[in-house]
Nanobody, 122 residues
Framework: QAQLVESGGGLVQPGGSLRLSCAAS????????MGWYRQAPGKARELVATSVTNGGITNYADSVKGRFTISRDIAKNMAFLQMDSLKPEDTAVYYC???????????????WGQGTQVTVSS
């Protein structure tokens, strides 16, 4: 089984910045894409940003465009989310996601990290 672990969350003032990290480990043959999602209490999980390995295609939610940047370290199976100009409405649990194959003959599967809390408040 592959495993994703997020880190870097915390409390930050409006206008501040945080950088989240996600490390994928375990049985990994290839990673098709990695991304970040978030979920606030009582709300549905929503896409924040995704990065497709082949082609370098990135996608961002309209609410974070121009403020958040997803990046990857392909060799280390890691993804990052640089969050600038944070707003109170960015407060949520942020989850790392990876679409990967555990072996050459395996089917692509979606894996999730445990989540890291981001709180934006003055």
């Amino acid at each position: 089984q592959a495993q994703l672990v997020e880190s870097g969350g915390g409390l930050v003032q409006p206008g501040g910045s945080l950088r989240l990290s996600c490390a994928a480990s375990g049985s990994i043959f290839s990673i098709n894409a990695m991304g970040w999602y978030r979920q606030a209490p009582g709300k549905a999980r929503e896409l924040v940003a995704t990065s497709v390995t082949n082609g370098g295609i990135t996608n961002y939610a309209d609410s974070v465009k121009g403020r958040f940047t997803i990046s990857r370290d392909i060799a280390k199976n890691m993804a990052f989310l640089q969050m600038d100009s944070l707003k109170p409405e960015d407060t949520a649990v942020y989850y790392c996601n990876a679409w990967l194959k555990e072996s050459v003959g395996g089917k692509p599967r979606s894996y999730w990290g445990q989540g890291t809390q981001v709180t934006v408040s003055s």
